[in-house]
């Protein structure tokens, strides 16, 4: 079993839809982030959730919404999205305090028709 | 906001050569991080970096974090087949705290057999 685990991997969806973005860590970490990678450009960091707190919301649209429950999980929620937005979803996580290495989960590939 | 320059885009190489790949950035890091990234997954670290004149080996790779705490170089010696990837040099500039990396756009190889 993998450190970090994103679901689903794949998601195609409509522009009128609403779906969710799960990330889990199975490493005890205290930090989870949200990054965007698209093509032909570096992965942008979205959010930054360091013992639960946003700390950090990187000039990211309100159509993204995410949330940490708790320290394993977070969720990025989407609505109204445009085809721009189509790309991988990466998840990470890291222990604030130790070597603060981030951890990356497999992505979700995402479409917006 | 900080920017990673990340050369080269990419290496088209012959089996048992070394490669070479390196970052520059004009701001100052404290942790340099490479990562490599396989089709479909996510980055998987391979390297970590946390002071300047740092030399570190894992297996056929070499990292170093340069003097001015701007730069890394990711050495791969004689290259195999599933070394192919994207690889990606990454920069936190927090003391420790939960801050995103800064990416760069990656380098990406291709092996010849």
């Known amino acids: 079993e993998t450190g970090v685990t994103q679901t689903p991997r794949h998601l195609v969806m409509g522009m009128t839809n609403k779906k969710s973005l799960k990330c889990e860590q199975h490493?005890?970490?205290?930090?989870m982030y949200w990054y965007k990678q698209s093509a032909k450009k570096p992965l942008e960091l979205m959010f930054v959730?360091?013992?639960?707190?946003?700390?950090e919301n990187n000039s990211v649209p309100s159509r993204f919404s995410p949330e940490c429950p708790n320290s394993s999980h977070l969720f990025l929620h989407l609505h109204t999205l445009q085809p721009e937005d189509s790309a991988l979803y990466l998840c990470?996580?890291?222990?604030?305090?130790?070597?603060?290495?981030?951890?990356f989960g497999a992505g979700t590939r995402l479409s917006v028709l | 906001g900080q920017q990673l320059n990340q050369s080269p885009q990419s290496m088209f190489i012959q089996e048992g050569e070394d490669v070479s790949m390196n970052c520059t950035s004009s701001?100052?890091?404290?942790?340099w991080l490479w990562y490599k990234q396989d089709p479909g997954e996510g980055p998987v670290l391979l390297i970590a970096l946390y002071k300047a004149g740092e030399l570190t080996s894992n297996g056929r790779l070499t990292a170093q974090f340069g003097i001015t705490r701007k730069d890394s170089f990711l050495n791969i010696s004689a290259s195999i087949p599933s070394d192919v990837g994207i690889y990606f040099c990454a920069g936190e500039a927090s003391g420790g705290g939960a801050d995103g990396l800064t990416f760069g756009k990656g380098t990406h190889l291709i092996i010849q057999p």
């Open positions: 990470a996580s890291s222990q604030v305090g130790q070597d603060n290495i981030q951890y």
């Open positions: 490493l005890g970490h205290n930090a």
């Open positions: 959730y360091n013992f639960k707190e946003q700390t």
């Open positions: 701001s100052i890091f404290n942790t």
